[in-house]
């Protein structure tokens, strides 16, 4: 039997589970079952004050999806960690995947059977979430090949979503995606998304308000739309600078950042064309952890980010003074962002990341101000949040409640077609 550690000083504990030994069979204090449905064994376990998720599966399988995993993590697209890889046990027996449980992140049973906190229009949320990550998928040359809710994890992140893949064991990757491989992930990633909510609408279990054919539907659309965003080429007059400028900000908005960028210029000087060099996700949540230093999504980073410029424009009208930026930052978090954290009572503050807590008492210090007509300061609005919103609240750092009912999935195979053209066909 072969065990291997991809950060064994983070992970020492790891080690010490009895890997010899099929999954079903281990009887460990901190275990848990995962919600949901699975294709394999799959258990949880907390090991101090961490917890991993372990999967049984054969050796191909297992040391496939490690290095796939390793791969994603390194180009630091949304995924879980992967800790080990269990290979080569005895009689052929399964080998094992280790990761580690990515806190507050819920499986989208929970998360769209109106479990806990509300996040407003769900659908639309799931939708840009899913799309967001297909397309961050894409562009870093990644088939998925069984895009899918069951194989996504979701975060809150500032009245958003954010979405993680966690199971990728029929992926590739490539240096670069061919437009056939492209469609073919979208139509698997559509039938499979109208599969999963068609299940929990069968069920009784689905938000009122979610159509499993309209978002599902919806996919292709809402893709096309931001992979032209981040990839079309937009051709400008010499004068028009501004459009180059609006193309970034779009470009931010979204929280993409660009490497570089390429302007060509036509042979009498009159059109210039723009192709950008989009990177990684996370322009905002990059700027905010190089002020602050915390880690945050990248809608959470955004509304920290303005709370800061409104700390540091409230500082200029009282001093007269205007701080730099980086000044500004640390004094908000000395002063503003972790005296509110460590109000929060120690019960409850492990009910959300820290960073989505402050974003929800932002939201309700405003309601609360719209409902008085005044601005309500922040101290006070954080005794009514605690008590009126975060006490009722799940704790979501791990989710191990499943409130579905465990009904056959609906099946709806992938439709392999000729006018697919280069697509990527099965990997496994």
């Known amino acids: 039997m072969r065990l291997q550690l991809a950060n064994p000083s983070s992970h020492p504990r790891v080690a010490t589970l009895p890997f010899s030994t099929a999954l ?6 901190g275990m848990h079952g995962v919600p949901g449905l699975h294709r394999h064994v799959v258990r949880l376990i907390e090991l101090g004050d961490i917890s991993y998720v372990i999967k049984e599966l054969p050796d191909d399988l297992a040391r496939r999806e490690y290095r796939l995993l390793r791969a994603l993590a390194e180009d630091g697209l949304p995924t879980a960690e992967v800790v ?4 080569g046990k005895p009689d052929g027996a399964d080998g094992m995947l280790v990761t ?8 989208y049973r929970s998360l769209l059977s109106g479990r806990g906190l509300t996040v407003p229009n769900l659908g639309e ?33 500032a009245g958003a979503l954010s979405a993680y893949v966690i199971d990728v064991e029929t992926g590739e990757r490539f240096e670069q995606l061919s437009d056939g491989q492209r469609r073919l992930d979208l139509q698997i990633a559509t039938e499979n998304v109208a599969g999963g909510l068609l299940d929990l609408q069968a069920g009784g279990r689905l938000v009122a308000d979610i159509d499993p054919w309209g978002v599902s539907m919806a996919i292709e659309d809402r893709y096309a739309q931001l992979w032209a965003e981040l990839t079309t080429p937009d051709e400008f007059d010499p004068n028009e600078v501004f459009r180059l400028e609006q193309r970034l900000e779009r470009l931010h908005e979204l929280g993409f950042d660009v490497e570089e960028m390429e302007i060509v210029s036509d042979g009498d000087g009159q059109q210039m064309r723009f192709v950008p060099r989009v990177v990684e996700h996370g322009y905002h949540a990059e700027r905010l952890r190089a002020l602050t230093g915390l880690v945050a999504g990248e809608n959470q980073a955004r509304r920290l980010l303005n709370d800061i410029r409104g700390f540091g424009a409230e500082m200029q009208d009282r001093t ?7 000044m500004a930052a640390v004094r908000w978090l000395d002063q503003r ?16 990341e820290a960073a989505e807590i402050y974003h929800q008492l932002l939201e309700h210090r405003w309601f609360l101000s719209e409902e008085a007509r005044v601005d309500i300061p922040l101290e006070k609005a954080l005794d009514s949040y605690v008590s009126d919103v975060l006490a009722g609240a799940p704790d979501e750092q791990v989710s191990l ?14 439709a392999w077609s000729d006018d697919a053209g280069d697509a990527a066909g099965p990997t496994d």
Not at 24 to 29: A, F, G, I, T
Not at 84 to 87: D, I, K, M
Not at 401 to 412: D, K, W
Request: aromatic share 8%; hydrophobic share 45%; glycine share 4%.
């Open 125 to 157: 949320r799931l939708l840009d979430a899913l799309v967001g990550l297909l397309v961050r998928l894409h562009l870093a040359g990644f088939y998925w090949g069984d895009c899918s809710l069951s194989n996504t994890l979701f975060r809150r992140d």
């Open 320 to 326: 007269g003074t205007q701080l730099p930026e980086n």
């Open 337 to 352: 962002f972790e005296p509110i954290v460590h109000a929060i009572p120690p019960e409850m503050l492990s009910k959300l």
């Open 24 to 29: 079903d069979d281990w009887d460990l204090p």
């Open 84 to 87: 080990a890889v269990v290979t």
């Open 401 to 414: 409640s499943e409130t579905t009912a465990e009904i056959p999935i609906i099946s709806m195979e992938p």
């Open 100 to 107: 580690r449980h990515l806190d507050y992140a819920l499986p």
